[in-house]
């Protein structure tokens, strides 16, 4: 987490200089534009749509009190998480790097903004949620070996380890084999879910609708109280989580100025359908009740209409689940290749592999990070402190936007929204915030202390300039180590070729390296 000074950059220019010589020809390498509409599409909703909606889709319906208060919050939540797309849409195609909000926020409002938004998603966001996604997908996979009891524990974590192995393999080699794997297990989910919601139909057809009548669908199961309707939008925007997922790879994108927006479009309606008529088919066959008392709803709706096929559905989850660890790899590591690349993270995690193009050391980081979080027996805790931070940065992020348009009206923009989109999302989000302030403010306490706590690795880390020269050489070894054990380097980025002084102007100002990099990897290359 600093900037290493010129020592280290010229060796690892210089060892990228020879590595890059012996792949391509006048030139290094660089991340490859190999996502399409298809596969932006396959990582929206495959991140969006985990084991959820299979699994507990009850803390809605629990806090909404009625069915059908449940299922105007699942459409109200999919309008504002299309609102907050929207927003993101148009950050994405002004701000063209990959990133994501973490970008965003250290482009508009500072370095330390930007870092605090990579810390808390670095120490706890993206570990714990990898971990808790591949313990799922253990435990649906080992279920049916013990009918009669919960499998044991170390069983779950080692299969989750495995798992989490294999696909960072798999991100490691190809960027094209990770987008596959995600548009299978996608598909996947995607039919599992479109068996739930045929069923529930054929279901309706048969006259089984009586929780779906308006005198029985907000037909109260205790008094409706404003604090819980509260939790149940905040529920229901958590369930939701990963339509940003997209702007992490903005820079993989074939034509993202065409591509994010059309993806963002597609994707989030898709899921706001999926997750209301899945809802609408269990209350088919199960009453609300029966749902809320089910550890896992889909299982549950697939013994009673399913018959013999039953295992259907928890293979579905598993597969969901599966599909949910690839995608959530994939985008993350690429958060951290973002933050190693604005001199936020060791430099290494900012180098990709000379003939995969892969960023195999933020793979490598993302996945050992997840391993160790897998030791733990506090991550669910854990979870729960850092989802208000996390929600609070999206805020944070579409707020940026205003402040942008106030600060460079001219700024090119391929997609310029109204700011009426954004001051709603922002009324709603200011909301569910005060909520949960009101509501848990020692969990929310403990989430922004975790958070702050990234202020004095800032200045110590990326701030301070002068360290010691020992520390420096250290930093330089291991990088180089690094670099030798990856076969890494530093990527160029691909810009239109522009001849003479503008092209060097140019390249000066899409480099990834800052301005000391680029000139002690000149005095190498001379």
Known sequence: MTDNGPRQRASTAGSAKDA????????GVALKKEIGLVSACGIIVGNIIGSGIFVSPKGVLENGNSVGVALIVWIITGIITAIGALCYAELGVTIPKSGGDYSYVKDIFGGLAGFLRLWIAVLVIYPTNQAVIALTFSNYVLQPLFPTCLPPETGLRLLAAVCLLLLTWVNCSSVRWATRVQDFFTAGKLLALGLIIIMGIVQICKGEYYWLEPVNAFKPFKEYDVGLIALAFLQGSFAYGGWNFLNYVTEELVDPYVNLPRAIFISIPLVTFVYVFANIAYVTAMSPQELLASNAVAVTFGEKLLGVMAWIMPISVALSTFGGVNGSLFTSSRLFFAGAREGHLPSLLAMIHVKRCTPIPALLFTCLSTLLMLCTS??????????????????????GQIVLRIRQPNMHRPIKISLIWPVIYLVFWA???IFSLYSEPIVCGIGLAIMLTGVPVYFLGVYWDNKPQCFDAFVDKMTYLGQKFCVVVYPAISKPIVSGDEGEEMKEATSPLSKDDREAQKSVDS
């Open 431 to 433: 909301f569910l915030l």
């Open 20 to 27: 890059a010589e012996g792949t391509e020809s006048g030139g």
């Open 378 to 399: 506090d991550m669910y805790t854990l979870i729960n402190y850092v989802g208000f931070i996390n929600y609070l940065f999206y805020g944070v992020t579409v707020a």
